[in-house]
């Protein structure tokens, strides 16, 4: 059990997410004065801003969790009040459980890989186009076609049980791999590296991405953004094609014979998507022995 507790640093992003979200919830509901709060996060920002390595990252852990819990505390405000926009309270709330809960899991079962990246807030300029992009189409589409965003519940419905069952199976995926999860390729096998091919990674061999992909595709179908729909699911679908067939490379690499059998039983569970074909073996690595056999996995 030893392996499933975080290191400081997650417990103190678990406790400042939730008493952020509570606080936010109160500080709604009384006459209390919001300049205590700002003071608050203002002096973690300071805090983060010394030359005190350790208080530093606390500091903006902390900071960075308040800021999402209180983004979590919106959603709900959002979904709980607003009669013609409850499905943005959901957006809003997925997109701050997502980024606090990937940097949660990686203190719990990765800790010697965690950093303020792990909460994946910068996770490329790619990605952070893509999100102003999808809010800058919700919002001029709600000023310009009310009826887009508000006559069609069933439709975001569809994305909000297409991003809660993303972020299942993406959480299910960290929780399993444990400290083999890393949010980056490997380039170099670890000692404690070992091929997991139970659970959800017996369905997919890629279920993490898989969570993402959904997840990421039925933000915008929450939405009922037509235009970054179409682009998330293009983007993602070129994302985890590049990310798949370089992965799998090292993979072979690392495991050998044991990934190709695991590869040609197990499908990448991401549509149309082969990672590293087994045929480009021998090319790739042209003195293995490796028995390629036919790939059975998509």
């Given at each position: 059990?030893?392996?499933?507790?975080?290191?400081?640093?997650?417990?103190?992003?678990?406790?400042?997410?939730?008493?952020?979200?509570?606080?936010?919830?109160?500080?709604?509901?009384?006459?209390?004065?919001?300049?205590?709060?700002?003071?608050?996060?203002?002096?973690?920002?300071?805090?983060?801003?010394?030359?005190?390595?350790?208080?530093?990252?606390?500091?903006?852990?902390?900071?960075?969790?308040?800021?999402?819990?209180?983004?979590?505390?919106?959603?709900?405000?959002?979904?709980?009040?607003?009669?013609?926009?409850?499905?943005?309270?959901i957006y809003v709330m997925a997109l701050s459980f997502f980024h606090f809960s990937e940097y949660f899991l990686?203190?719990?079962?990765?800790?010697?890989?965690?950093?303020?990246?792990?909460?994946?807030?910068?996770?490329?300029?790619?990605?952070?186009?893509?999100?102003?992009?999808?809010?800058?189409?919700?919002?001029?589409?709600?000023?310009?076609?009310?009826?887009?965003?508000?006559?069609?519940?069933?439709?975001?419905?569809?994305?909000?049980?297409?991003?809660?069952?993303?972020?299942?199976?993406?959480?299910?995926?960290?929780?399993?791999?444990?400290?083999?999860?890393?949010?980056?390729?490997?380039?170099?096998?670890?000692?404690?590296?070992?091929?997991?091919?139970?659970?959800?990674?017996?369905?997919?061999?890629?279920?993490s991405y898989v969570g993402w992909f959904w997840w990421s595709v039925g933000t915008q179908v929450l939405l009922?953004?037509?235009?970054?729909?179409?682009?998330?699911?293009?983007?993602?679908?070129?994302?985890?094609?590049?990310?798949?067939?370089?992965?799998?490379?090292?993979?072979?690499?690392?495991?050998?014979?044991?990934?190709?059998y695991y590869k040609r039983r197990v499908w990448s569970g991401l549509p149309f998507i082969r990672g590293f074909?087994?045929?480009?073996?021998?090319?790739?690595?042209?003195?293995?022995?490796?028995?390629?056999?036919?790939?059975?996995?998509?």
């Amino acid at each position: 059990m030893m392996d499933c507790i975080p290191v400081l640093e997650g417990k103190v992003a678990l406790v400042s997410y939730i008493a952020s979200i509570f606080s936010f919830l109160a500080l709604d509901a009384s006459s209390y004065n919001p300049w205590v709060a700002a003071l608050f996060l203002l002096l973690l920002l300071l805090l983060g801003l010394l030359p005190l390595p350790q208080l530093r990252q606390v500091a903006m852990v902390t900071l960075i969790s308040c800021g999402l819990g209180l983004l979590f505390g919106v959603g709900l405000l959002l979904l709980a009040r607003s009669e013609t926009l409850p499905f943005l309270g959901i957006y809003v709330m997925a997109l701050s459980f997502f980024h606090f809960s990937e940097y949660f899991l990686t203190a719990t079962y990765n800790p010697t890989s965690l950093t303020l990246h792990s909460f994946l807030l910068d996770h490329s300029p790619e990605y952070a186009v893509a999100a102003l992009a999808s809010w800058l189409e919700f919002g001029v589409e709600l000023w310009l076609f009310p009826g887009l965003k508000t006559s069609h519940p069933y439709f975001s419905l569809l994305g909000a049980l297409m991003v809660a069952g993303g972020e299942l199976l993406r959480k299910l995926a960290m929780t399993q791999a444990k400290s083999n999860f890393t949010h980056t390729v490997m380039y170099e096998k670890r000692v404690s590296h070992t091929l997991v091919t139970s659970g959800v990674y017996g369905w997919f061999r890629h279920p993490s991405y898989v969570g993402w992909f959904w997840w990421s595709v039925g933000t915008q179908v929450l939405l009922c953004n037509p235009v970054c729909l179409v682009a998330y699911a293009l983007a993602s679908w070129k994302f985890f094609s590049e990310r798949t067939y370089n992965e799998e490379q090292y993979l072979i690499h690392f495991f050998g014979q044991e990934y190709v059998y695991y590869k040609r039983r197990v499908w990448s569970g991401l549509p149309f998507i082969r990672g590293f074909p087994l045929e480009e073996i021998k090319v790739m690595f042209p003195a293995s022995d490796l028995d390629v056999g036919s790939e059975g996995g998509k």
